[in-house]
C-alpha cells in the first residue's frame, strides 16, 4: 500500500470519527462542540494532504466562521 493511500485511509478514518462525534453534539443543540471538534480534525488531517489541499484547508481553518 503506498503511503498516500495510507495517508487518505487515516484522513478518512479520523473524517469518519470526527462526525460520530460533531453530529450527535450538532444534534442535540451544542453547535461549539461539533465545531471544535470538526476543527481539531481538520487541523490535524491538513499535514495528510497533497500540499495545494493543505494550503487551502489552512486558509479556510483561519478564516472566522461564524
Do not use: F, W
Not at 487515516?10 to 471544535?36: F, Q, T, V
Not at 476543527?39 to 487551502?56: D, F, H, M, V, Y
Request: glycine letters at 4%; one cysteine or more; charged letters at 20%.
Amino acid at each position: 500500500m503506498s503511503s498516500t493511500t495510507q495517508q487518505m485511509d487515516k484522513a478518512k478514518s479520523l473524517i469518519s470519527n470526527a462526525i460520530s462525534i460533531g453530529a450527535p453534539a450538532y444534534n442535540a443543540g451544542d453547535i461549539s462542540e461539533c465545531a471544535r471538534v470538526y476543527k481539531e480534525t481538520a487541523l490535524e488531517i491538513a499535514s495528510l494532504l497533497p500540499q495545494n489541499l493543505q494550503n487551502g484547508l489552512e486558509a479556510t481553518i483561519a478564516a472566522k466562521h461564524e
